[in-house]
């Protein structure tokens, strides 16, 4: 069975910093996809950025960008020039090919930025 | 992206009464939708699958009496909470996928069992 795990369940950052979430992942599946969501006060799942497992450039979306090591089932995310509207939980998230979009979240990182 | 509406966005029942959640597909098929649960601070923890003209597959735990899954067309499924008590007061979110590479949300449904 797959597994998520996210072990950062709270950071902070200033505004303007740069900072990274956590997340590793078990599996034996070969081809899959990985997410972060972001999930704001109003709790609406936001897709912050992707990664196809079988591509090794890490994937990038203007401030965000992840740190993929498919070896180490490690899937970090660097959010740059962090600002007030970042602010949220952040959800890691893995997807397999054959199972019709289901998804296992990790248990969430919950980041702050501070003024 | 594809879009998913969900239905109501809160409601708040008394207890023993049912209620009804719906999630619509609105620019896309889908033959499969997916129900999650989340408790406050907490993560989506999947309850159960819903597969179009069959019946829905349920996450070990779940009571499938309780949360009574329909997926009757290719664009809605509906969950129903039965005979709701407080502790099944939670928020409640679906989500499906047009072509499996990636999952779309509904808005949510934040339940109240009083």
């Known amino acids: 069975a797959q597994t998520v795990t996210q072990s950062q369940p709270e950071m902070s950052v200033q505004e303007a910093e740069t900072v990274t979430l956590s997340c590793t992942y078990d599996t034996s599946e070969n081809n899959y996809y990985l997410f972060w969501y972001k999930q704001p006060p109003s709790r609406q799942m936001i897709l912050v950025i992707r990664?196809?497992?079988?591509?090794?450039q890490n994937a990038t979306e203007n401030r965000f960008s992840v740190n993929f090591q498919k070896a180490a089932k490690s899937f970090s995310l660097k959010i740059s020039d962090s600002q007030l509207g970042d602010t949220a939980m952040y959800f890691c998230a893995f997807m397999t090919l054959n199972q019709g979009g289901k998804l296992i979240f990790g248990q969430g990182t919950e980041l702050s930025v501070k003024p | 992206g594809a879009v998913v509406s969900q239905h109501p966005s809160r409601v708040i029942c008394k207890s023993g009464t049912s209620v009804k959640i719906e999630c619509r597909s609105l620019?896309?098929?889908?033959?499969?939708m997916f129900w999650y649960r989340q408790f406050p601070k907490q993560s989506l923890m999947l309850m159960a699958t819903?597969?179009?003209?069959?019946?829905?597959?349920?996450e070990q735990g779940v009571e499938k009496d309780k949360f009574l899954i329909n997926h009757a067309s290719l664009t809605l499924s509906t969950l129903t909470v039965t005979s709701a008590h407080p502790e099944d007061s939670s928020f409640y979110i679906c989500?499906?996928?047009?072509?499996?590479?990636?999952?779309?949300f509904g808005q949510g449904t934040r339940l109240t069992v009083v």
């Open positions: 620019d896309f098929q889908a033959t499969t």
């Open positions: 989500s499906a996928s047009d072509r499996y590479t990636e999952a779309f």
């Open positions: 990664q196809e497992a079988y591509k090794q």
């Open positions: 819903s597969n179009e003209g069959s019946k829905a597959t349920y």
